[in-house]
């Protein structure tokens, strides 16, 4: 990767601890090395955006490391380093102009801007198109963002982060408001993205086990600010650690690589 060297993780924090009024993360330590793909799973409330917030540096840690592309926070101008990691959250979403179409919402990217301005030229138009067509969307190019369904959005977005060919794309809820059928294509559409000898390294964040599909290869699990696992996926993703994380029995079933939780009446055992 440009910029980085090989053998260096692609992001590692150590000993991470954010405090506000009250302790929201609490002694974490992560590390990403190149070639993984990686969840974040959690329940509401268990530090993942604030650990997502503190990985993009939105909210300044109170002890601890974070190093990302071989950077380290406090070191380097995170304003400068946001440009090397691609970001999809709800909060980009919100702020697209309405009338923006798809092809200037991915030209934007380059620019780290919201609502693209300016001349197109030639070279930035013909980037823009390519990448439409890797995130398959080259027929949403015209389309204005006020006409993309919730899905067309999420890949446009995508295809917005990667304009600036980043090395991290971090996918915050990346399926919320999209309907079953919705979700499921724009998961399968995530596994061939990932599948590319090109994709980045991929963050996802999540409360759903239903979306941890097999190009994320690891998973870390957040409970109260802490971790309480984190390692491979066919390790960390069992019954015991998900009853764990959202205080339920539950039994976490997979099949053909896919995973789905189902919550136990209170009085089953947990296996």
């Known amino acids: 990767m440009t910029g980085t060297k090989s053998a260096e993780p692609i992001i590692e924090i150590s000993r991470l601890v954010v405090e506000r009024d009250v302790v929201i993360l609490r002694g974490i330590d992560w590390r990403v090395e190149p070639g993984q793909h990686w969840a974040i799973l959690g329940a509401n409330g268990s530090g993942k955006t604030s650990m997502l917030r503190a990985l993009t540096g939105y909210m300044p840690p109170t002890a601890g490391t974070i190093r990302v592309l071989g950077e380290t926070y406090g070191r380097t101008d995170w304003r400068e380093l946001r440009k090397r990691v691609g970001l999809v ?14 092809l200037a919402a991915v030209i934007s990217g380059k620019f780290a801007m919201i609502g693209f301005w300016g001349e197109m030229n030639d070279q930035d138009r013909k980037r823009a198109s390519t990448i439409l067509r890797r995130v398959e969307a080259s027929a949403l190019a015209d389309r204005p963002w006020q006409h993309l369904s919730q899905g067309e959005r999420q890949r446009v977005l995508i295809g917005r982060a990667l304009m600036a060919d980043p090395h991290l794309l971090i996918l915050d809820e990346p399926c919320a408001g999209l309907d079953p059928v919705a979700r499921e294509h724009f998961l399968q559409f995530m596994q061939r993205l990932a599948s590319r000898k090109s994709a980045p390294t991929m963050i996802l964040v999540t409360h759903h086990v239903e979306e941890v599909i097999p190009a994320f290869s690891h998973v870390i699990v957040l409970k109260s600010g802490r ?13 015991r650690t998900l009853s764990a994380a959202f205080d339920a029995r539950v039994q976490i079933r ?3 690589g896919r995973y789905s939780l189902a919550v136990k009446p209170a009085s089953a055992l947990v296996i």
């Not at 959250?89 to 179409?101: A, K, L, R, Y």
């Not at 971790?227 to 019954?239: D, E, H, T, Y």
């Open 89 to 102: 959250s709800s909060s980009v979403q919100q702020m697209m102009p309405e009338g923006e179409t798809a």
């Open 227 to 239: 971790v309480l696992a984190s390692g491979p996926r066919v390790r960390v993703l069992n019954s």
């Open 254 to 256: 997979r099949r053909e």
